[in-house]
């Protein structure tokens, strides 16, 4: 997919939302269940560059190498969020995102792969307005984690296969700080817009740099479940 293809897809989610607010029907405010029940979902977007961005072509000994780091990615996002209060949300989520191609040649030899990131997360989700009549409910985010990044080569044209770079991989512990808004659509069912600033600094140069910092703009579903467990609106 396009990045500009990535783009409609994104501002169609929001539309989406925007539309949703619209609806005279859905202008109530949620039922009370909601400020019980945890949360299990997904998200999809887009990641924007705000780090460093690598030199198109360069050297290393005998081999060179392309590199194709656009300004935007796409971005996946998997969570799992339990609910504390109707107003404190613990959040566990799993992301990945594609920094760009990078095309190794050492004589006859040429190795084709890509720099994949994923950010492993557990952030605190603070409901401000969870006791209003709001039928949509923003929050903000805190946290951070461990990011992990590894320049992978998926084909190849040679008789046996190595690395150019001798770092193959790098990890990060980092914060992270965002926020957004849900939307309960069902008694099970909501949608959110979430934004996240990820400054993300590796030890060591990955494909030439160690600033991989980023925002992450995503539409996402979720579905609303219950436990045993009974809270106080």
């Known amino acids: 997919m396009s990045y500009k293809k990535r783009s409609l897809a994104l501002s169609a989610g929001v539309t989406v939302l925007v539309a949703c607010l ?35 072509t360069a050297a ?4 060179s190498y392309d590199i194709d780091f656009k300004g935007g990615a ?7 969020g339990i609910r504390f209060s109707p107003r404190l949300m613990g959040e566990l989520s799993l992301g990945v995102f594609n920094r760009g191609e990078v095309n190794l ?28 009549t709001w039928r949509l409910q923003p929050y903000l985010t805190a946290g951070g984690g461990f990011y ?12 046996q296969l190595f690395l150019v770079f001798n770092e193959t991989h790098a990890t990060s512990f980092d914060f992270t700080l965002g926020g957004g808004f849900d939307l309960p659509v069902a008694s099970k069912l909501a949608l959110e ?14 494909i030439t740099i160690k600033n991989y910092d980023g925002l992450s703009i995503t539409v996402g579903m979720k579905y609303l479940f219950s436990s045993t467990r009974k809270m106080q609106r």
């Open 148 to 159: 992990y990044a590894r320049h992978s080569i998926q084909f190849y044209q040679s008789d």
């Open 22 to 56: 619209a609806c005279p029907g859905w202008a109530q405010a949620p039922a009370a269940e909601y400020r019980t029940l945890h949360q299990a979902g997904v998200r999809l977007g887009g990641w924007a560059n705000l780090g460093d961005t690598p030199v198109k």
């Open 193 to 206: 817009l979430n934004v996240a600033y990820m400054p993300l600094g590796f030890s060591k140069e990955l």
């Open 105 to 132: 040649q050492d004589g006859a030899n040429q190795f084709f792969g890509n720099l994949l990131v994923y950010p492993m997360l557990i952030r605190a989700k603070l409901y401000p307005f969870a006791t209003s």
């Open 74 to 80: 796409f971005y996946i996002e998997g969570f799992v």
């Open 60 to 63: 290393s000994g005998t081999a």
